[in-house]
């Protein structure tokens, strides 16, 4: 059964920074596009960013552009989303996700076909 687990949440200063990861397993995802998704308390779940099968093309949100950088290694069926100078406003439980276009994932609903559990960003102030 293929699933995602997101590893590498927990609790920091604001101007700190985590490194998120997701590993896939049961099956091969490098030819998915793959995403982080952050829902805070009371809100709905938001995209954060995307990034495409090849690892070429990225997509953020304006609220982390230029903070959170998304890669992946496709060899170790994992991706990362590395978070610098971290706001209280970022946080929220941090989902990995596949889909099929990274571009679409800024789509409300978007088409995902897998999510992860989820990890929990703490960012202190």
């Known amino acids: 059964q293929a699933q995602l687990v997101e590893s590498g949440g927990g609790l920091v200063q604001a101007g700190g920074s985590l490194r998120l990861s997701c590993v896939g397993s049961?099956?091969?995802?490098?030819?998915?596009?793959m995403g982080w998704f952050r829902q805070a308390p009371g809100k709905e779940r938001e995209f954060v960013g995307a990034?495409?099968?090849?690892?070429?093309?990225?997509y953020y949100a304006d609220s982390v552009k230029g903070r959170f950088t998304i890669s992946r290694d496709n060899a170790k069926n994992t991706v990362y989303l590395q978070m610098n100078s971290l706001e209280p406003e970022d946080t929220a439980v941090y989902y990995c996700?596949?889909?099929?276009?990274?571009?679409?994932?800024?789509?409300?609903?978007?088409?995902?076909?897998?999510w992860g559990q989820g990890t929990q960003v703490t960012v202190s102030s």
């Open positions: 996700a596949a889909g099929l276009v990274a571009q679409n994932m800024r789509i409300k609903p978007a088409p995902i076909k897998y």
């Open positions: 049961g099956r091969t995802f490098s030819s998915y596009a």
């Open positions: 990034i495409s099968w090849s690892g070429g093309i990225t």
